[in-house]
């Protein structure tokens, strides 16, 4: 769903300009996730809010924002201008914010910072792995891709059934399939470099397409992580 297609060109680039995108995607990746966690803090400590949020379906529409944020970012990337596509991004990492403000009622804070800090190290040593490997990560990002379906489709399950075993089973497994996909979506970001050319509206577009791809691997990670580690109030 978050697949920038360059399959089809056989455009060349130096290291620095493969340097040069991945910086910029990890810079748009880790401004999002800087706007996440504002919003998401200076939400939970704002008491009214929080009420407004719990006892409304403000959250409910904040959720399926973001999801139509998502879609629309990947499916019709091509068609949106650089512009758009960035405010959206930014747009959907401060909805982020709202709905992960619902953690500080959950977690304690320090637990919370404890775990972040857990996932930025095992992101930063996954990613590296995805990109210095030489090894051809395609089939094995297919195969998490379809485990992601087989995931969703269990947590979906789950809610009826309310298990705590396999709600346990669920999230192990999560761990396992986001830290393949960081992998491979870096492995994925650095080969899009080769086929963007020097258009720099293209340009900015893939960079925000390819932060999305690793803000959403981070993130789900982050939440997995935080159900195994996290101390509840």
Do not use: H
């Not at 297609?5 to 999002?32: C, E, H, P």
């Not at 200076?42 to 008491?47: G, M």
């Not at 637990?111 to 590296?128: C, K, L, N, P, Y």
Request: aromatic share 10%; charged share 10%.
């Amino acid at each position: 769903m978050n697949r920038f297609d360059t399959a089809q060109t056989n455009i060349v680039v130096d290291d620095s300009t493969t340097r040069s995108f991945i910086t910029k995607v990890y810079g748009w990746m880790t401004l999002a996730l800087v706007i996440t966690g504002l919003v998401a803090i200076s939400t939970a400590s704002n008491s009214g809010l929080m009420q407004t949020i719990t006892r409304s379906p403000l959250l409910i529409i904040v959720i399926v924002a973001q999801l139509v944020m998502v879609v629309v970012l990947s499916a019709a990337i091509r068609k949106l201008s650089a512009s758009v596509a960035t405010g959206l991004f930014i747009l959907y990492s401060a909805l982020t914010g709202v709905t992960f403000s619902m953690l500080f009622t959950i977690y304690t804070g320090t637990s919370i910072a404890q775990v972040f800090f857990i996932t930025a190290g095992t992101f930063g040593v996954v990613s590296a792995y995805g990109y210095v490997t030489k090894r051809d990560l395609t089939s094995i990002g297919n195969l998490l891709f379809m485990a992601l379906i087989g995931l969703i489709v269990a947590s979906l399950v789950n809610m009826f059934l309310q298990s705590s075993a396999l709600e346990w089973i669920i999230t192990c497994v999560g761990v396992i399939i986001f830290v393949g996909l960081i992998a491979y979506d870096t492995q994925r970001i650095k080969r899009m470099a080769s086929g963007i050319g020097e258009d720099g509206e293209v340009q900015r577009k893939a960079a925000v397409l390819g932060a999305l791809a690793l803000y959403l691997d981070f993130i789900n990670l982050f939440i997995r992580l935080l159900r195994i580690f996290g101390r509840r109030r």
